[in-house]
């Protein structure tokens, strides 16, 4: 930061390494430089302060097109004072005193670079149409605008000399721009319908899959289910059949063995008909040759066992000599 301590009759000066300082004593260079100190009258001397870092100048104008289309540049011009000396011989950048106007060499640069920008553009825009322009007409204007900012003669007398030219913007009139936009955005908004319309047609393709896959799937299990009921029905015949057969085996196994047991029980009937027959047969041959008394007291004994319980006997004289009588009489 320049500094300047002010005494009677004489000022001491104190400079900034961004400033580079001319001190003018009577028309003559005394000092000049970065950095700078010394002493100086302030009755006969004259200070310029000249700034050589690089500095940033942004630009904006209007221009028109080949098909008569206002359009608005924005640009940002990067430029340095290579020549303080030339410069504070040809622009405004004294040092003043606080209450006096402040120097005009920045606002003179900001001007010649602003009308020097502008011109170039105009000269360029006006040979090309809105929309070359804005397909391919900021890489030319750029170019433009750095070539004749750099070969410009006024700037390089005064010693100024332009380090880039960066074009940010070429846009035309809100309403133009719109009328452009316009199309891209129906464009857009078609591919985002097209999109959306067919986002739902997979999704009512998925739907409807997901539907038949559900319909098969119902279908496989009716025909599972009626695969299920036959097999249940034939299973259920079978075991019918089966119980029938089983039944009859039994009944047969019932009636061999009513059968069998009926012939063993007339056998046995038949056995002990014989038997009977054969020991009545031989009781018959026995008492034939048995004699009237005997028989008569075997069918006694054979009586007694049938007769019932006798509790009183009344024995007559008249039937005891009878009884007597048989029993001693002979045959």
């Given at each position: 930061?320049?500094?300047?301590?002010?005494?009677?009759?004489?000022?001491?000066?104190?400079?900034?390494?961004?400033?580079?300082?001319?001190?003018?004593?009577?028309?003559?260079?005394?000092?000049?430089?970065?950095?700078?100190?010394?002493?100086?009258?302030?009755?006969?001397?004259?200070?310029?302060?000249?700034?050589?870092?690089?500095?940033?100048?942004?630009?904006?104008?209007?221009?028109?097109?080949?098909?008569?289309?206002?359009?608005?540049?924005?640009?940002?011009?990067?430029?340095?004072?290579?020549?303080?000396?030339?410069?504070?011989?040809?622009?405004?950048?004294?040092?003043?005193?606080?209450?006096?106007?402040?120097?005009?060499?920045?606002?003179?640069?900001?001007?010649?670079?602003?009308?020097?920008?502008?011109?170039?553009?105009?000269?360029?825009?006006?040979?090309?149409?809105?929309?070359?322009?804005?397909?391919?007409?900021?890489?030319?204007?750029?170019?433009?605008?750095?070539?004749?900012?750099?070969?410009?003669?006024?700037?390089?007398?005064?010693?100024?000399?332009?380090?880039?030219?960066?074009?940010?913007?070429?846009?035309?009139?809100?309403?133009?721009?719109?009328?452009?936009?316009?199309?891209?955005?129906?464009?857009?908004?078609?591919?985002?319908?097209?999109?959306?319309?067919?986002?739902?047609?997979?999704?009512v393709e998925r739907e409807r899959a997901i539907a038949e896959n559900e319909l098969a799937n119902q279908i496989e299990l009716a025909t599972r289910r009626e695969t299920l009921v036959a097999q249940e029905g034939a299973n259920t015949r079978r075991e019918a059949q089966e119980r029938a057969g089983a039944a009859e085996v039994d009944a047969r196994a019932a009636a061999e063995r009513v059968k069998i047991t009926a012939g063993a029980e007339a056998e046995k009937i038949r056995s002990l008909?014989?038997?009977?027959?054969?020991?009545?047969?031989?009781?018959?041959?026995?008492?034939?040759?048995?004699?009237?008394?005997?028989?008569?007291?075997?069918?006694?004994?054979?009586?007694?066992?049938?007769?019932?319980?006798?509790?009183?006997?009344?024995?007559?004289?008249?039937?005891?000599?009878?009884?007597?009588?048989?029993?001693?009489?002979?045959?």
């Amino acid at each position: 930061m320049t500094t300047i301590k002010r005494f009677p009759w004489i000022n001491h000066f104190l400079g900034s390494p961004t400033g580079y300082v001319v001190h003018l004593r009577k028309g003559s260079v005394r000092h000049h430089g970065v950095g700078q100190a010394f002493w100086y009258r302030p009755v006969d001397s004259v200070l310029s302060e000249v700034p050589v870092d690089d500095r940033e100048l942004p630009v904006l104008f209007h221009a028109v097109t080949l098909d008569h289309q206002d359009v608005s540049v924005q640009a940002n011009v990067t430029y340095r004072f290579s020549d303080p000396v030339a410069v504070s011989q040809r622009l405004d950048f004294s040092l003043k005193a606080a209450q006096e106007a402040p120097a005009t060499g920045a606002r003179q640069v900001e001007t010649i670079i602003g009308q020097l920008c502008q011109a170039a553009a105009i000269d360029q825009l006006s040979r090309l149409g809105l929309h070359d322009i804005l397909a391919q007409g900021v890489a030319e204007l750029r170019t433009v605008l750095g070539e004749n900012l750099t070969r410009d003669p006024r700037l390089n007398a005064t010693g100024i000399t332009v380090l880039g030219v960066q074009v940010l913007a070429v846009r035309p009139d809100t309403d133009m721009e719109r009328a452009l936009q316009t199309p891209i955005r129906e464009q857009l908004q078609a591919e985002a319908d097209r999109a959306t319309f067919e986002r739902r047609a997979l999704a009512v393709e998925r739907e409807r899959a997901i539907a038949e896959n559900e319909l098969a799937n119902q279908i496989e299990l009716a025909t599972r289910r009626e695969t299920l009921v036959a097999q249940e029905g034939a299973n259920t015949r079978r075991e019918a059949q089966e119980r029938a057969g089983a039944a009859e085996v039994d009944a047969r196994a019932a009636a061999e063995r009513v059968k069998i047991t009926a012939g063993a029980e007339a056998e046995k009937i038949r056995s002990l008909g014989e038997a009977e027959a054969a020991r009545e047969a031989a009781t018959m041959e026995v008492y034939r040759t048995m004699d009237q008394a005997t028989l008569l007291a075997l069918a006694l004994r054979e009586a007694a066992a049938h007769l019932p319980e006798v509790r009183n006997l009344t024995i007559t004289p008249d039937m005891l000599s009878g009884a007597l009588a048989a029993l001693t009489t002979r045959p």
